[in-house]
């Protein structure tokens, strides 16, 4: 019984977040594709600086007993994926759903 409950209210809080994801989503898909070409230009340049200076920071504070740890496929990872975001900006169509 007590188990089902809390189940339930999983259930609920789980609906939620991803309504609250959905939305914010939809939100900023809208207000990006209200932006003009040198918006969407200069927005992009603050994320690649953005993204310099958190490799350089980590560079500068990784210790020398645990060199790499995986942080260089992590770094590529995000490269990649502010890749395709970047290109999906830039061409005005953020939906991911597929259809063209």
């Keep these: 019984m ?8 999983l259930a609920k809080v789980g609906d939620s977040v991803s309504r609250d994801m959905h939305d914010m989503y939809q939100s900023a898909s ?20 953005g993204l310099f200076y958190m ?10 007993t645990d ?3 995986g942080y ?4 590529v990872l995000v490269l990649v994926v502010f890749g395709v975001v970047a290109g999906r900006m830039i061409s005005g169509d953020l939906s991911f759903s ?3």
């Excluded at 007590?2 to 209210?9: A, G």
């Excluded at 040198?38 to 927005?43: F, G, K």
């Design 2 to 9: 007590v188990w089902q409950t809390i189940q339930s209210e």
């Design 98 to 100: 597929g259809s063209t």
């Design 30 to 49: 809208r207000w990006i594709g209200d932006l003009g070409e040198v918006e969407r230009l200069v927005i992009l340049c603050l994320g690649v600086l």
């Design 72 to 75: 260089f496929a992590a770094a």
């Design 55 to 64: 490799l350089m920071r980590r560079s500068k504070t990784s210790s020398d």
């Design 67 to 69: 060199p790499g740890a």
